[in-house]
């Protein structure tokens, strides 16, 4: 599975300052739970997969590197990985929670099974409900969701949060180039009810290939070539 900018984005610009113990729900190949392991030194991953190949790279991927003793990768479904848990043991709580869920709906799907699985949207893919419930029952006081997702799909996904008992705190909008549209949302939410902030994220500063300063420090612990 290839690495995506989006995936990439999501892996550096969420705000793990004060994680302790962090689920990357829908982990592909391990690359967001990598991303946070690497940026915060002390954090607990715990990584969800439900493709079994891309979970057993994950795991493999994870086991190679530096932080192994600090990541943990489950082959499993939300729902499957919900039955594990008891809400009457705090330490299973998390303080944050990222995900990059499927939204692709009207476009044709890829001939990778795996790919289809991590951006279509199918009778079996995790749906914002799903994950919005979870983060209530799951998140710690004062936890945070944070996901990846274009402006529409986020409109949808701010009203489900809402109807669980989720606000939207921050956001980020990406644009690929000046006067361009906004093409994605890195969204966090929380219990608490503050006032959004929103920032904004120009990937190219014009019509070549070139990144701008503030993609490139972004990026810069992740790009080998930045």
């Given at each position: 599975m290839k690495v995506s900018t989006d995936a990439c984005l999501l892996?550096?610009?969420?705000?793990?300052?004060?994680?302790?113990?962090?689920?990357?729900?829908?982990?592909?190949?391990?690359?967001?739970?990598?991303?946070?392991?690497?940026?915060?030194?002390?954090?607990?991953?715990?990584?969800?997969?439900i493709d079994k190949a891309?979970?057993?790279q994950a795991a493999a991927n994870a086991a190679a590197s530096t932080w192994a003793s600090r990541l943990?990768?489950?082959?499993?479904?939300?729902?499957?990985?919900?039955?594990?848990?008891?809400?009457?043991?705090?330490?299973?709580?998390?303080?944050?929670?990222?995900?990059?869920?499927?939204?692709?709906k009207e476009s044709m799907p890829?001939?990778?099974?795996?790919?289809?699985?991590?951006?279509?949207?199918?009778?079996?893919?995790?749906?914002?409900?799903?994950?919005?419930?979870?983060?209530?029952?799951?998140?710690?006081?004062?936890?945070?969701?944070?996901?990846l997702l274009p402006p529409p799909e986020m409109v949808r996904f701010a009203q489900a949060a809402l109807a669980a008992g989720l606000a939207r705190t921050s956001c980020l909008l990406v644009r690929h180039r000046p006067g361009g549209r906004v093409t994605r949302h890195i969204s966090e939410y929380g219990r608490d009810n503050v006032a959004?902030?929103?920032?904004?994220?120009?990937?190219?500063?014009?019509?070549?290939?070139?990144?701008?300063?503030?993609f490139r420090a972004l990026l810069a612990g992740f790009y080998l070539a930045f």
């Open positions: 892996g550096a610009a969420a705000n793990l300052a004060s994680a302790t113990r962090l689920l990357d729900i829908g982990t592909g190949t391990g690359l967001l739970a990598l991303m946070a392991a690497q940026r915060h030194p002390t954090v607990e991953i715990v990584a969800i997969e891309a979970a057993a943990a990768v489950h082959a499993c479904s939300l729902a499957e990985y919900t039955a594990r848990l008891s809400l009457a043991d705090a330490d299973l709580r998390f303080s944050h929670i990222i995900c990059n869920p499927p939204f692709f890829s001939a990778d099974a795996a790919r289809n699985t991590a951006r279509h949207v199918s009778p079996e893919s995790l749906s914002f409900e799903e994950l919005t419930e979870f983060s209530v029952r799951f998140l710690a006081p004062g936890g945070r969701l944070t996901v959004l902030q929103e920032r904004e994220l120009l990937i190219h500063p014009g019509t070549g290939p070139e990144y701008t300063e503030a």
